[in-house]
């Protein structure tokens, strides 16, 4: 609970440090909206910011203990299906986790505080389903 | 702001970013599930990281006109837009594809660096869902908001 708390707070300042410095919004589902119509800038905030979580995630795996999951495998289709969902979703909601649920918020707006609701209500109802309803992947 | 300056703001950014994700459990999809998981056995630690991310967050952004200036003050709060239509279809489809498989796009591009396949699967068909997002945008564009992206 402590380290989810800290976890959070890095994850604040990196928005504050962005917004301080560049009044840049760390969005990583627009970051990535932005990198994917050309042209990209080669030295902008968001190909680094983009590189700078890829390295994080290989240091971390490199000097600290593996992140393990407890999860059944789920097929290759599911997968696919909800990584289609999540890119076409966040493009067309404008946002996701970080740029609605933190940056978005925390300046107060009301369609972050919307989305964030939304998007959170169908992902408890799709977990609902998959594991109460149709008890697809066991008990997770 | 020169570029090499922003490209290494980009990189701090990213790198404090990515150790939040993976300290606070996100990078994780069984964590992620565990706490959308209201009806089974709810696992509320992921509401402290929106607690700590907003909390701080949220007070820098108040404090900002006081140390900046009050050209600060425009990137503090969010502009009075309207709630559309995209903006609610996109979240309910991201959230549907959340809860099917536990990640979100930072925690996906994390779990590249972290080696970890199903995540980086997830993240190849993402990408393709935003570059679907384009197709789909650019035959609609004049039906959609021109709000920026969050």
Known sequence: ????????????????????????????????????????RPLGFGLWFIAGLVLGGLLIARFAAPVATT??????????????????????????????????????????????????????AVVFLTRHVFNLWGAG | ???????????????????????????????VLGFLDFAGDWDPRLAFVMVGAIGVHFTWLRLAPRFQGP????????????????????????????????????????????GLREGSVFLAAMLGGMGLYRLFASRTAERLDGVAQE
Do not use: K
């Open chain 2, 71 to 114: 050209e600060a003050r425009a990137f503090s709060l969010a502009p009075h837009a309207p709630v559309t239509r995209p903006l609610i279809l996109g979240a309910a489809l991201f959230g549907v594809g959340w809860g099917m498989a536990g990640y979100c796009p930072g925690p996906a591009v994390v779990n590249l660096g972290l």
């Open chain 1, 71 to 124: 999860l059944a495998p789920r097929s290759l289709a599911w997968l696919l299906l909800s990584g289609l969902l999540v890119g076409f979703g966040t493009r067309l909601g404008s946002g996701c986790t970080s740029g609605h649920g933190v940056c978005g918020i925390s300046r107060l707006s009301v369609r972050s505080l919307v989305a964030t609701g939304v998007f959170m209500a169908t992902g408890a």
């Open chain 2, 1 to 31: 702001m020169s570029t090499w300056r922003s490209a290494g703001l980009g990189l701090v950014c990213g790198l404090v970013f990515a150790a939040g994700l993976v300290l606070s459990g996100m990078t994780d999809p069984a964590r």
């Open chain 1, 1 to 40: 609970m402590l380290l989810a708390l800290f976890g959070g707070v890095l994850i604040g300042l990196s928005a504050s440090l962005a917004h301080a410095v560049a009044r840049q919004v760390v969005g990583v589902s627009g970051i990535l909206g932005g990198l994917l119509r050309p042209p990209a």
